[in-house]
């Protein structure tokens, strides 16, 4: 059985999406559960385009051994020599040169022929090869080119050392067909296709990257781009859950595996939802909160009597909670590790105190705690672990009569504690008010929501705002039983962020 090569852009294509931005430290917690979830290829990032974009890519192939480590270069000296600078420490360094071959860049956007692209696509990929045999290269806008002139491009860098030859459809304009004839005529038109593997990266502006690249695995391309949740530019990127699971769940028709390790994949999902603030829709294929619940009658009774009536996939192949027991408050440390353990969360002594007394609390406040809870409180633990400010008390006061006050008390990054107050609006504006006047960081809030985690009145709410600050936007998540504590720790949660990337930037 043949095996196609899970190359995964979560880190590069994925962050690229508007107000996705990852600090250094939540890129290489991605990474790890990347490398447990099995894929071949981490395209760690684009490291030319930011000093903490470079940053990332080296640390992450410092520490994580398993993956390739790729990074991305346009066809330029430069980003070739700094993308090298950043992957050459991993076990497994790759090189991603690319660059537009269509008319339409060509013309409009590069304003070169096609001759002198044909040239700088083979003299840049000889130039990456001096450093490392591992090279790919993608000739941008591919599905917009005349096949002719891509099989041009393909035979001249595989010549010069290419190793991995990438057709993205950038624009997510292709159909299934017509693309899978793309990939079928350079499989039978490039002298030397023998010597590369041929990879797909479609783009989902007509949903149908997944479709895409499926079609493109039956005519024989072996390495597909994708992201976790489908995260990317614009409509975002083949989501890898959804051709990891169609691959295994039709193995019938495809007759290919993949080496990764299903029963990560919904702790990836639930990871770069939580940290990158995009949340997942409840009906999305494989990871959405309803793909494996059954509402109509018809259906539920079929699944009690045999699930595969109605369920195509074993949900716990996906690595979603088997059980739903419920811990309460006299449930003690060994109950809460071995939940912790079937969740697949392994913390260190320290990190398992701090969510073990939070479990405490919150089973003090709610009747039953869920594993949904439970994900919910190590992610609030985690969050405030590299935090500047810290939130320590607040006290909110409002009412319809009253004039809504908070009181807000912080500790700054010496250990210092700071307190002060404010009126606003409403009760979370105040809070919001009260803590600019402590950290004194202009931003703007332009989004704003809350949901709960579980049913009932003792639900905890999560929060997830954004802010911008000079053109970025940061992503910032609380949770508590109390919304307007959840409001607090999530607008610390922004500015901490907004802190760190300041910092990093110098
Ligand atoms: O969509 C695209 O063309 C890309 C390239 C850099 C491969 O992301
Ligand atoms: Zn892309």
Not at 16 to 42: F, H
Not at 177 to 197: H, K, S
Not at 283 to 310: R, W
Not at 328 to 344: C, D, P, Y
């Amino acid at each position: 059985m043949d095996r196609v090569i899970i190359f995964d852009t979560t880190l590069r294509d994925g962050e690229q999406a508007a107000g996705g931005t990852l600090n250094i430290q939540e890129k290489l917690q991605i990474a790890r559960q990347l490398e447990r979830l099995g894929v071949d290829v981490i395209e760690a990032g684009f490291p030319i385009s930011s000093p903490g974009d470079f940053e990332a890519v080296r640390l992450i192939a410092r520490e994580v051994r398993t993956p390739v480590i790729c990074g991305l270069a346009r066809a330029h000296p430069d980003d070739i020599d700094r993308a090298w600078e950043a992957v050459k420490e991993a076990e497994h360094p790759r090189i991603h040169v690319f660059l537009s071959a269509s008319d339409v860049h060509l013309v409009y956007q590069l304003k070169k022929s096609r001759q002198e692209v044909l040239q700088t696509s083979r003299a840049m990929v000889a130039r990456a090869k001096k450093y490392t045999d591992d090279i790919e290269f993608s000739p941008m806008d591919a599905s917009r080119t005349e096949p002719e002139y891509i099989y041009q491009i393909l035979e001249a860098v595989i010549d010069a050392g290419a190793t991995t030859v990438n057709i993205p459809d950038t624009v997510g304009y292709a159909i299934p067909e017509e693309f899978g004839n793309l990939i079928e005529g350079i499989l039978n038109n490039v002298p030397n296709i023998n010597r590369a593997v041929v990879s797909v990266h479609c783009h989902n502006d007509l949903g149908l990257a997944v479709a895409n690249s499926l079609e493109s695995v039956r005519r024989g391309a072996r390495q597909v781009e994708c992201t976790i949740n489908g995260i990317g530019e614009r409509a975002g990127n083949a989501s890898l859950e959804e051709i990891v699971m169609a691959i295994r769940t039709r193995n019938d028709f495809f007759d290919l595996a993949t080496k990764v390790d299903t029963k990560q994949i919904y702790k990836a999902s639930r990871l770069v939802s939580e940290l990158t603030g995009f949340v997942v829709q409840p009906n999305k294929a494989i990871v959405g909160a309803n793909a494996f619940s059954h509402e109509s009658g018809i259906h539920q009774d079929g699944v009690i009597k045999m699930p595969i009536t109605y369920e195509i996939m074993d949900p716990r192949t996906v690595g979603l909670p088997a059980s739903s027991l419920v811990l309460g408050k006299l449930s003690g440390r060994h109950a809460f590790k071995e939940r912790l353990a079937e969740l697949g969360y392994s913390l260190s002594e320290e990190d398992f105190n701090r969510a073990f007394l939070a479990f405490k609390e919150l089973a003090d406040k709610k009747k039953g705690v869920t594993d949904r809870d439970i994900e919910s409180l190590v992610a609030e633990e985690q969050r405030t672990v590299s935090e500047t400010f810290h939130l320590d008390r607040i006290q909110v006061s409002c009412g319809d009569r009253g004039i809504p006050t908070a009181a807000v008390r912080l500790i700054d990054p010496n250990g210092q504690v700071l307190a002060d107050a404010a009126l606003g609006t409403g009760p979370v504006d105040a809070v919001y008010q009260a803590i600019n006047r402590l950290v004194g960081v202009p931003n703007v809030l332009t989004e704003y929501s809350v949901k709960s985690v579980t049913e009932g009145i003792d639900a905890i709410g999560e929060v997830l705002i954004r802010i911008e600050s000079a053109g970025i936007t940061y992503t910032g998540r609380g949770a508590d039983t109390d919304v307007i504590v959840a409001s607090a720790k999530a607008y610390m949660n922004a500015l901490n962020r907004l802190l760190g990337a300041k910092k990093a930037t110098g």
